[in-house]
């Protein structure tokens, strides 16, 4: 399954199946982008980073690709399992360095694993 | 291991008064940083502190002033709460400011 996060923030696929998380985000000037997982009553938990210079990274079942050209970032997550279900958000920071230093979150995007 | 720790979970207050928020960062990160989360919506930044100096300012509203202790862990004051400051208030913590920050579990402030 497939979502536009901006649009679509629910995405629901099977149990088992890859999901592509997308997002949008709004300043050309970005350089470090973070996808975080957010399941009901935590605070967010950092997936996978990913820097400027770099267009796609793999981390352990989740790849993040970046489009400068068109300003958007996905995370793909491979057999999704039920633990995966939780809100997706992007951040993007200006500050190439890391940290959480005035990230700019996107809209999540809610990912609900069916049985 | 040892995660950044918020207190307390839950916090109900009346209009018009004030409340203090606490984080205490992972043993030996230097680095926190305050978001701010409303109801369905994304996080928003509020400010940071790196060695217990303001480093960066968010939307932070004048009626909220924050600090970093020599122990490092840092308050959240807020004056004056509106209804629309009900929102789940996350703090971050890291080791120098260019690593992976790490979320707490948030406070729920709710305003009545």
């Known amino acids: 399954g497939e979502s536009v996060g901006l649009h679509l923030p629910t995405l629901s696929v099977q149990e088992g199946d890859n999901s592509i998380i997308n997002c949008a985000y709004s300043?050309?000037?970005?350089?470090?982008f973070i996808w975080y997982k957010q399941e009901s009553g935590k605070g967010p938990q950092f997936i996978i980073d990913?820097?400027?210079?770099?267009d796609k990274r793999q981390g352990q079942r989740v790849t993040v690709l970046l489009n400068k050209t068109v300003k958007h970032l996905s995370l793909q997550i491979a057999a999704t399992q039920p633990g995966d279900s939780a809100v997706y958000f992007c951040?993007?920071?200006?500050?190439?360095?890391?940290?959480?230093?005035?990230?700019?979150f996107g809209k999540g995007t809610h990912l609900i694993i069916q049985p | 291991a040892a995660g950044v720790i918020q207190s307390p979970r839950h916090l109900i207050k009346e209009k018009r008064e004030t409340a203090t928020l606490k984080c205490y960062p992972i043993?030996?990160?230097?680095?926190v940083y305050w978001y701010q989360q409303g109801p369905g919506q994304d996080p928003q930044f509020l400010i940071s502190?790196?060695?217990?100096?303001?480093?960066d300012k968010g939307s932070i509203p004048d009626r909220f002033s924050a600090q970093q202790f020599s122990d490092y862990h840092s308050e959240l004051n807020m004056s004056s709460l509106e209804l629309g400051d009900s929102a789940l208030y996350f703090c971050?913590?890291?080791?120098?400011?260019?690593?992976?920050?790490?979320f707490g579990q948030g406070t729920r402030l709710t305003v009545v």
């Open positions: 971050a913590s890291s080791l120098g400011m260019n690593t992976e920050a790490f």
């Open positions: 990913i820097r400027s210079n770099m």
């Open positions: 502190f790196y060695e217990k100096m303001q480093s």
């Open positions: 300043n050309s000037a970005s350089d470090y």
């Open positions: 951040a993007e920071n200006m500050n190439s360095g890391g940290g959480a230093d005035g990230l700019t």
């Open positions: 043993p030996r990160h230097d680095t």
